[in-house]
């Protein structure tokens, strides 16, 4: 770790209200805070207690007067061939607009409104709105069908709905309005009234009384001035589910003044982000990511965001690049799972447009393997900084400050405790404190930073229960990530805490497993689950992703790959960590945000209910594991 970063982080530690309190200036207060951090309820902190302001305020208002002509938002969707450019000024009329809307169907401050929309505009103008006029959103995944929906809808009591006809998803329309429907049939909660955005891509039947037509109401209030509600630092911004890997998706709940603090101050030291430039970032409105950084962390920068429907690889796989070149991109921010789908494609596409306008690319939300890292910096001859964090903490808990020093990236670690946290390795049945080079529970000695969850929604307990009661002799918040440090402060995540499988008594994280495996140059992506082992306990088992599918098209070729692929886990880990078998699947099972779902693998495999399956994205990649395993060739 640098020096200087070094002192910064200290200082965040040791001087927390004075650090925070400089901090804060990033950002317009209405009013101002009279006590920095008020933390006499342990674990919840309140931060800049008193202080009035607003996310939407900072996020466009702030910006009119400088640069009202300049593009605020790019909406790019090459599943409609659209493209609009939005400048602060247009975007702040849409977003009176939209909160005129939602206000005239009785949406008061405080009040819940569900966002369950694809990647078009009028989503961003929601979420703007609510935030305007201090109504709480609850984006939900545009790709979640009616169950998950329903249940959100439960948990939130929204009092209006934003929707839209239909998503596309490769060239295909996916009808939103159906799934939605029936989300209000089998839900408990029924909202009044649902704002449908008509794009013409799939016909909607209208309930009475309930459904509205949005660019009917648009025209209605086109001229509509609604001031922005200048909230209380510790007002509720919004709610939003975990991804649901491991388990039942936890409802995060988000304050307005932390919040902006936190991504004002993280676009400044460790995005690098500059007024008037272009941020892009592949996430989905639906995730966290797609909160702190396509809509209010680079709008807060007074930065461009690109809003972008579509996926990597179509019209072909150099779309990323393309658009980079067109709007002149500084920063990108995608996850590593799309750049493995790009790993498939030719690489020629990363070199054919000019991307020098490109700083750093910035990858986050799982772990980020060695060669992947390396064929997209070298692909790209551009920086890529990895960054780990959680929903549940709404921006970097590692990466490199490069605002406040310059420091090298190490691949294979997201890079060093960000300012605000007390990082911790705990052993995880005595809760003791880990030295370099020791792997141990990612902790977080409270209070949680600005910008953090402030609670589970409507259920403080659960919120203490979850993330405060987990190690042993210590009040810490847990990350349920393992982790090791290395001697010049790097951290590197090995998995998480429910992914370690035990062999014959030695204990192993899938993870390295993973990542040891991924070194054979013919594989795209690989999974490792423990599958229950009359005599060993548990065995590992993996489950590999080609580059080329067909190299593995003859029994005798796969053979020879898998053989190759453990001779490499025996030579890195030892030949305790090597798999049982590697079969060989055409896609993994994920989450729609993109994570492996090792819990539902493992269930498979050992022929159990594989549970909780609302958040998967392709079932059909779940039955490929159930043949694999079934079969005897792999
Ligand atoms: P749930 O908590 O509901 O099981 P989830 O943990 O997948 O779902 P998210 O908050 O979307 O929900 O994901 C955060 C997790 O993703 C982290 O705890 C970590 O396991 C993983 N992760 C995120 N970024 C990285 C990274 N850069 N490197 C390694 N792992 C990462
Ligand atoms: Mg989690």
Known sequence: MGQRYEAFHRRSIEDREGFWAEQAQLIDWHEPFTQVLDYSR????????????????????????????????????????????????????????????????????????????????????????????????????????????????????????????AGSRAGKAIAYKPLLDEAIRIARHKPASVVLVDRGLAPMERVAGRDLDYAELRKAHAEAEVPVTWLESNEISYTLYTSGTTGTPKGVQRDVGGYAVALAASMRHIYCGKAGETYFCTSDIGWVVGHSYIVYGPLIAGMATILYEGTPIRPDAGILWQLVEKYRVSLMFSAPTAIRVLKKQDPALLTKYDTSSLRTLFLAGEPLDEPTARWISEGLGRPIIDNYWQTETGWPILALA????????????????????????????????????????????????PGCMQTVWGDDERFVETYFTTIPGQAAYSTFDWGIRDEDGYYFILGRTDDVINVAGHRLGTREIEESLSHHAALAECAVIGMADAIKGQVAVAFAVLKDASAAAQPEAALRLEKEMLAIVDRQLGAVARPSRVYFVMALPKTRSGKVLRRAIQAVCEQRDPGDLTTIEDPNALQQVRDAVGSPHG
């Open 42 to 165: 342990p674990p919840f902190a309140r931060w800049f207690v008193g202080g009035r302001t607003n996310l939407c305020h900072n996020a466009i208002d702030r910006h009119l007067a400088e640069r009202a002509g300049q593009p605020a938002l790019i909406h790019v969707s090459t599943e409609t061939n659209e493209e609009t450019v939005y400048s602060f000024a247009e975007l702040h009329r849409e977003t009176m607009t939209m909160a005129a809307i939602l206000a005239g169907q009785g949406v008061e401050r405080g009040d819940r409104v569900l966002i369950y929309m694809p990647m078009i505009p009028q989503a961003v103008f929601a979420m703007l709105a609510c935030a305007r006029i201090g109504a709480i959103h609850s984006v939900v995944f545009g790709g979640f069908a009616s169950n998950s929906l329903a249940a959100r809808i439960d948990d939130a009591t929204p009092k209006v709905v934003v929707s839209a006809d």
């Open 402 to 449: 490069n605002g406040v020093e310059r420091m090298t990236a190490k691949f294979g670690s997201p890079g060093v405790p960000m300012y605000g946290y007390d990082l911790h390795l705990l052993h995880e049945q005595t809760g003791a404190e880990l030295g370099v080079n020791e792997k141990g529970v990612v902790a977080i000695f409270p209070p949680l930073p």
